[in-house]
């Protein structure tokens, strides 16, 4: 076994990109975590990223214990593919059994859980967009509303009034952030004298609201309010990788 | 070889037997108390010149009673500088003197000499008054760091009138100057009243000693000064300069406060203002109070508010100077509640010291009340906060579960462009931008549908257009005395005109058909002479008829057209 291991992380350090994915679900079937992050790495470095990298990215590091990670992994891969199966797989075992907390999703976030992110902003931009060109360029060209118009206009009315709500949830569900340090507290305060509220658990789900002082005010999924330093959380948006902890911060 | 010429070079004006005769002259010969003068240097070179003068202004002694400015003038010629220093006479009748200074030419330096003069007293039952300031200044010891209100007073004379002032300005190193108030009471005043003395401009300057010991207060300025004369109103600039000696102490370090953070004068608590009275536990308001008084508010650091039980103090912040009245200074810090329930503000105390009362006080800033809402933490066993406890370790299973997906194949659409909510801001106002541009479009259509229906406004607006550009060409051809453009113009301006209020061609118009549109018309009969001048000349060969002399008439007529097509 040590031995077949030994021979992919050796192909794995010249493969070409194509094999890589190969490479890397056999290592993560064969138990090799590491291996399998290490080239799931450089595929998103190579050529970009994408849901199902993130999520199977997420289940290497959930592996290897890194809650936080894999926990950014798997919300990241939901911001992109609301669909995707192994992100939702991991985040609802994370949360049953694997001691996450995650806040509830509320009526506007499960309805948004039906279409990706861009799609509900793209349809309510689209549906928006036509009603009011369609009421507004008849007018620019001096011609009165025919039928088609008026067929045009309640269509896209009623798109809109049914992409709202995705497009709200989308943007509540933005408003999140990952809990990335083993060894932090909610606060009272923003301040380093802030009184201790309650324990905060790595990869555990926070919704985000203001920031003062270097720390952002949060809420737990029990709905209790409180502040956390900036560095100890990450959003749960992005189309990159988790950041690393052991790095300086970018300027 | 060069270095040589160098040297020589450098050495000519000591080689040169250079001899420098100096002489200065006081006009008018006889001062009265008060009165201006002008002090003329001359510099004669018999050797080498000493060239234009480069530096005299910050060389001139300042003196309490005897005023000197140099105005800038200057005259040269071969080897003699003239330099012109304005100065005033001091009050006192007597023999005075202007001690010895250095002028610095671009040569070299030249000593001018003490200069005497002699100020005679007025003649009795002789009232003549030179307009004059006063500086006033409380007599007490000051003290470092301490913020000095002076005055100063300009006061009219009896045949002279102050009408501005201009470069107050502190030559003290140990003293720091800023104009601060410039009270004009005459602007509100009666004018038949205004050489009255009570009438004066005052200036007020802000000196802050930033050094113990004897100081000497040296403030220079000019004021403007109209003088009446038989010959009329006469203004002139004129220096006025004061010396002082202050006495300046360190604030005594006897029963100072701990909290004391350098103020010195007299303050007064201000009013206290909260952002929100209501806020939620752990949730920051604002808390902002103001000082007012007559201190060195620039200088005082913000009174510290430490942390308690039951708030968090951020750091207090300032308004610049430029956002804030000068006797006011306004601190604002950040409270966050750390527990709920009707709570009271910390109490915010500021010390001062008091020059006049020679002590140490104190002001403070009543508490406000605040109602926390909210819950209070609950208490947490020590054991529970320990970091190096698993949370949640002991009730969940392990992370080796197996309910996690295996990945499939990672191969596919890639991205790195960010989800379009991701920078909600550029989201946003782009479609605001959008908006804005249909918006735009739809008041343009809106407009040239409107125009559409009323095409009557679009004609008379050609019209006045075509009417303006021929009016203004039968004016310049009326400058030229040229005839024949004048009445092509007039006659052109008059077709424009009257073209849209008979709806008619302005080029088919005549004379006739002008005069039925625009019955109003006052000199119908330079209409028609101007018309026969201007069609004679097309079609019925040269034409002499003079039509200039009827430009007034036209003009007229024209300006009632432009009315009736402005309506």
């Known amino acids: 076994m040590r031995l077949m291991l030994m021979l992919l992380a050796g192909i794995a350090s010249g493969a070409p990109a194509q094999d890589r994915d190969v490479i890397a679900r056999e290592a993560y079937l064969a138990g090799d975590s590491a291996t399998a992050l290490e080239n799931w790495s450089a595929l998103i470095a190579e050529e970009g990223i994408s849901a199902a990298r993130l999520s199977a990215m997420g289940n290497a590091e959930w592996r290897l214990g890194r809650k936080g990670r894999a926990m950014v992994c798997w919300e990241r891969a939901l911001s992109l593919d609301a669909s995707d199966p192994v992100a939702r797989a991991g985040i ?58 008026h067929k045009l206009l309640l269509s896209a009315f009623t798109l809109l009034v049914l992409s709202i709500p995705g497009a709200w949830g989308t943007w509540t569900s933005r408003e999140r952030a990952i809990v990335r340090l083993t060894e932090e507290s909610l606060k009272l305060t923003p301040t380093v004298l802030g009184e201790y509220l309650a ?53 | 070889m060069r270095t040589l010429f160098t040297w020589l070079w450098l050495l000519t004006p000591l080689l040169s037997q250079a001899a420098d005769t100096v002489t200065t002259k006081i006009t008018p010969d006889s001062l009265g108390p008060g009165e201006p003068f002008r002090m003329e240097i001359t510099v004669t070179s018999t050797g080498d010149f000493a060239g234009p003068v480069l530096r005299i202004a910050s060389e001139l002694p300042v003196l309490e009673f005897i005023p000197l400015r140099f105005s800038g003038q200057r005259f040269s010629a071969g080897n003699t500088c003239t330099l012109l220093i304005s100065g005033v006479a001091p009050e006192s009748p007597g023999l005075h003197r202007i001690p010895g200074f250095t002028a610095t030419f671009s040569v070299r330096k030249i000593e001018i000499p003490e200069t005497r003069f002699f100020v005679k007293a007025n003649e009795p039952g002789v009232q003549r008054g030179f307009a004059k300031a006063v500086l006033e200044m409380p007599e007490r010891t000051f003290y470092v760091g301490e913020t000095v209100q002076a005055l100063i007073h300009f006061k009219h004379g009896t045949s002279e009138r102050i009408t501005g002032f201009y470069g107050i300005e502190s030559r003290s190193e140990t003293i720091k100057s800023r104009s601060t108030v410039i009270n004009n009471p005459e602007d509100n005043a009666d004018p038949a009243n205004s050489l009255s003395s009570e009438n004066s401009k005052i200036a007020a300057i802000e000196l802050t000693p930033t050094q113990a010991g004897e100081v000497d207060v040296r403030l220079s300025g000019m004021m403007f000064v109209e003088m009446n004369q038989s010959a009329g109103q006469l203004n002139r600039d004129r220096p006025f300069s004061f010396s002082r000696k202050i ?50 508010l620039d200088r005082i650091l913000a009174p510290e508010v430490p942390h308690g039980d039951l708030w968090d103090v951020m750091p207090a912040n300032d308004k610049p100077r430029a956002m804030r009245k000068d006797s006011q200074r306004t601190f604002s810090y950040t409270l966050i509640p750390r527990l709920p329930g009707n709570l009271k503000t910390p109490g915010v105390r500021l010390s001062f010291f008091n020059p006049e009362t020679k002590a140490y006080e104190r002001i403070e800033f009543a508490p406000q009340d605040v109602t926390v809402t909210g819950r209070a933490p609950e208490k947490v066993e020590l054991v529970a906060i320990d970091p190096a406890a698993t949370i949640g370790a002991t009730e969940k299973a392990s992370l080796r579960a197996t309910e996690l997906l295996n990945p499939t194949t990672t191969r596919g659409s890639t991205r790195t462009r960010p989800n379009l909510l991701a920078q909600p801001s550029t989201l946003v106002w782009s479609q605001l931008g959008l908006l804005g541009l249909l918006a735009g479009a739809l008041i ?47 006659v052109t301006a008059l077709r424009a005109g009257a073209a849209p209020l008979v709806e008619a061609k302005d080029i088919a118009l005549t004379a006739e058909d002008i005069l039925r549109a625009m019955p109003e018309l006052t000199t119908p009969t330079s209409v028609r002479a101007i018309f026969r001048r201007a069609d004679g000349t097309r079609f019925g060969g040269a034409m002499t008829a003079e039509t200039l002399n009827l430009h007034s008439d036209i003009e007229r007529c024209l300006k009632q057209m432009e009315e009736r097509l402005c309506a």
């Not at chain 1, 620019?140 to 088609?148: E, G, I």
């Not at chain 2, 007299?266 to 909260?274: N, Y």
């Not at chain 2, 407009?447 to 060409?473: C, S």
């Open chain 1, 92 to 149: 609802i075992h994370a949360t049953s059994l694997g001691g996450v907390e995650r806040p509830r999703a509320t009526w506007q976030e499960q309805y948004a859980s039906a279409l990706n992110p861009d799609t509900w902003t793209a349809i309510t931009l689209l549906s928006f967009w036509t009603l009011v060109l369609t009421w507004a360029w008849p007018r620019l060209r001096a011609k009165k509303l025919t039928d088609t118009h």
């Open chain 1, 199 to 251: 324990p905060l658990g790595e990869g555990d789900v926070v919704r985000t609201q203001r920031h003062l002082n270097g720390h952002i005010r949060v809420e737990l999924s029990g709905g209790q309010v409180g502040w956390v330093r900036e560095e100890a959380v990450e959003s749960a948006w992005g189309v990159t990788p988790p950041r690393s902890l052991d790095a300086p911060a970018q300027p």
């Open chain 2, 247 to 296: 006495k300046v102490a360190h604030v005594p370090e006897k029963n100072r406060p701990a909290d004391w953070n350098g103020a010195v004068g007299s303050l007064i608590a201000g009013p206290v203002s909260l952002s929100n009275s209501k806020p939620g536990i752990g949730e920051p308001i604002n808390l902002s109070v103001t000082v007012t008084g007559n201190a060195n």
């Open chain 2, 444 to 490: 343009w259509s809106a407009r040239r549908d409107w125009l559409h229906r009323h095409p009557e406004i679009l004609r008379r607006r050609t019209a006045l257009v075509a009417l303006r550009k021929a009016r203004r060409l039968s004016r310049k051809a009326e400058r030229n005395g040229d005839t024949d453009a004048h009445a092509h113009a007039c």
